[in-house]
Nanobody
Framework: QVHLVESGGGLVQPGRSLKLSCAAS????????MAWYRQAPEKPREWVAT???????YYADSVKGRFAISRNNLANLVFLQMDSLKPEDTAVYYC?????WGQGTQVTVSA
């Protein structure tokens, strides 16, 4: 079982940046991708970004060019650098690995 803990969320003005972190512990399988999802109020959870073991990255169209996912396998950390934030990025952001989810971290983008 993998235990995931997200951090780094908060309140930020539109156009500013935030960097989320996900600390993983337990049976980490470095051969499997890590991903970020988010869920806005009264909306289904949606995929944001994925990073594969080889470093290949994939992004939802809504965040492409603004967000960057990275991974430190030695430290079992995954990051999500979020730039040029918009109010529609407001959501709880979750880290995901295989079948495990973190508890989420709230990101609020508001003036």
């Amino acid at each position: 079982q993998v235990h995931l803990v997200e951090s780094g969320g908060g309140l930020v003005q539109p156009g500013r940046s935030l960097k989320l972190s996900c600390a993983a512990s337990g049976s980490i399988d470095s051969g499997y991708p890590m991903a970020w999802y988010r869920q806005a109020p009264e909306k289904p959870r949606e995929w944001v970004a994925t990073i594969a073991n080889g470093g290949l990255t994939y992004y939802a169209d809504s965040v492409k060019g603004r967000f960057a996912i990275s991974r430190n396998n030695l430290a079992n950390l995954v990051f999500l650098q979020m730039d040029s934030l918009k109010p529609e990025d407001t959501a709880v952001y979750y880290c995901h690995h295989r079948t495990s989810w973190g508890q989420g971290t709230q990101v609020t983008v508001s003036a």
